[in-house]
């Protein structure tokens, strides 16, 4: 297994160390629904998304899926697929994968709340590509598409938050 830590808005990598952006509330011990904040704690890496009609398919140590323009993420709480990728329409509330800017073009899915999912306690917490300003993300991990997908081809499976 070979994991990266995530420590004050910095990624390392054996030598390698990278600026990423984190959850516009920081890091949070007690991740909630909707609170901003990215989880402390180990994150496995479980599969990799990504936009084949926009980048090449990534290098990565898990499963690599293309996103189809259908694919959301349910992010309802009060919903039975809570916390689970979906096919749109969906009854219940929902982030789009297919997203106009470049943010999901590739998109690590990191293991949170999903082995059980506990409804409340977040939802897709990816690691994906950067604003070019590295704003602030919803509490997700985000790097330059370069940086990711080096790192993803550098086969990590775990992302070490603290």
Partial sequence: MITASVAGGLLRLESLTLRVAIGRAGLVA???????????????????LYRADRVPRPRAAVPIEPIAPDDGWCDDPTHGDYN????????????????????????????????????????AIFIHVARADLAPTEGCLALSYGDLVDVLAAGVTCFDIT
């Fill in 30 to 48: 007690h991740k909630q629904e909707g609170d901003g904040g990215t989880p402390r704690g180990a994150l496995p890496l479980r599969r990799v």
């Fill in 84 to 123: 689970r990728q979906v096919r749109l329409p969906h009854d219940g509330r929902c982030e789009e994968l297919w997203r106009r800017d470049a943010l999901y073009d590739v998109v690590g899915v990191l293991g949170w709340n999903d082995d059980p999912v506990q409804r409340g306690h977040g939802s």
